[in-house]
RNA sequence: GCGGGAGUAGCUCAGCUGGUAGAGCGACAGCCUUCCAAGCUGUAGGUCGCGAGUUCGAACCUCGUCUCCCGCUCCA
């Protein structure tokens, strides 16, 4: 099954390349690892889904704005937002397992299992003293728990320092003074430490001295953040509200793999909700329930969507979950919601001195708002509609076909037009048709080869709709209208035609099920 | 970064023990016209990933190098 999956990955990166939605970037010198440029029917395809996402999370809600911030940003801020400090990792390697691990997080669980000893000294002397046993005291006083406790500090100083004063090396002796062991090989043969600092940095000449470092911005929350002032004070926007962005992030990723799904060029979809302290984890409920609902609606299958609590928080969140959705490298996050406090706000307070707050005139005080944060990959978004839209299907007639079951509504091109023969005034009849449907839908025309062969070519880039003009059709103003996913086909009016397409291709439809 | 696999036409691949490239599909032009790929004719497209070595001669053998794919840590 993990083969069989694989494939399909395999076969979805050939077919968006074959047909122009996904190429390899600068391809024709060799490629650029993990950067991929987006065609003709991929960019097509790409725009409708922001398009999809910014209709339904900011013009269908009268409190959520839109923004669209620079890429570079003051310095300052990835100081406050904590990506200086919390994005460098240190990472070692086992020569014998080959296993990496990050160096800190190998420390900190030898100092877990210090923490463990302790507990057990506890859970001893509480036995032995029964009733009177004061744990306080004992942690005071006893002996062992002191020598314990002293171990861990002296651990604990040792990792900081080097942390912050990024000495790899002392990272790696403190580990070897520790004796720490690979948990699968259990061999203490590692490699140096090594840093990877996941955000690109680059120069900005004309900064005041020694400040001229400037980064590309790895999340696009940190540009709502710094603008909350501005969209707050002149959309007098009152709590609760949102303010949206689609933007590209950058993150210098240690291995950027499977397609689309991890580049170190993206695009994020995302949304900061301010909310009134203490309400957070209604709202939190509240963008949960409408974000699967938004997936749901596309009909990828609502078996292939799944929540994943987070366990292990990041320094900003006090809840966090991810929308996974089912990949053919299995189920990986697709989206995350999280409730990301006031963390943001108030480091920026403290780094700016502007004073980041709400006036709330019904509880006649100032405040911090909460964040509750949706934030969506679009080239995950991407990925997801591909995969979950090709098919490979045997027809009633015994043929094969390959067919992109893309959403009408996202679709790249909505409709082709092809007169059935390119004789006999067809053509000429076709072409008059295109003229009108062009000002509704991204349409396509297409007069070569058997309509059959026609018919496949569009099936294959997703098109949900072909318009076929026959000889009849010059008769009786009539044309058959040929449904992608049933291959059925009807024949209507041409003066009908618009409407009837608008109907099953625009975006309203899907907006109308929210 | 480490380990494993792979690079021949746009795609899928063939090419024997070394004798300087082929097929199918696709694309393009034309013929035919019949509403669900595979009718006929013709055309274009390759410094066999790149570099060096062995050899009279390398797609094939040797070494190096690059790129891609799969695993390990991180995330949207």
Known sequence: MANQDDNLLKKIVAHAKEYGFV??????????????????????????????????MV???????????????????????????????????NKDSKKRYRADVLIEEYIAKIEGKIKKEVQKAAKRFGDSFDETQFLATNGRVIEYNAQIKSINDRMKSAMETEQLNELKTLIEDLGIACPVSGSKNWTEVRQFNLMFSTELGSLAEGANTIYLRPETAQGIFVNFLNVQKTGRMKIPFGIAQIGKAFRNEIIARQFIFRMREFEQMEMQFFVKPGEEMKWYDHWKEKRIQWHKILGLGED???????????????????????????FKELEGIHSRTDFDLKAHEEHSGKKLQFF????????????????????????????????????????????????????????AVLPLVKKDGLSEKAREILETLKFHFNCQYDEKDAIGRRYRRQDAIGTPYCVTIDHDTLQDHSVTLRDRDTTKQERIPISELTNRIEGLVSINTLLQKL
Not at 60 to 89: C, L, Q, R, Y
Not at 304 to 330: K, Q, S, T, V
């Open 23 to 56: 190429f390899p970037s600068s391809e024709i010198y060799d490629g650029l690892g993990a950067a991929y440029d987006y065609g003709q029917y991929g960019s097509e395809l790409k725009n409708n889904i922001k398009n999809f996402w910014w209709k339904a």
């Open 360 to 415: 709330d005139p019904q509880e006649n005080q100032n405040y911090v708002p909460y964040v509750i944060e949706t934030s969506i990959g679009l080239d995950r978004m991407f990925l997801a509609i591909m995969s979950a839209s090709y098919k490979n299907e045997t027809l009633e007639d015994g043929s094969e076909r390959v067919v992109l079951k893309i959403p009408p509504a996202l679709a790249p091109v909505k409709v």
């Open 304 to 330: 292939n969507y799944r929540f994943h609590d987070h366990l292990n928080l990041a320094h900003y969140a006090n809840a966090a979950c991810d929308i996974e959705f089912n990949f053919p490298m299995g």
């Open 59 to 93: 013009q269908m809600h009268e409190n959520i704005v839109g923004i669209d911030a620079a890429i570079f940003m003051h310095p300052t801020t990835w100081k406050a937002s904590g990506h200086v400090d919390a994005f460098n990792d240190p990472l070692i390697d």
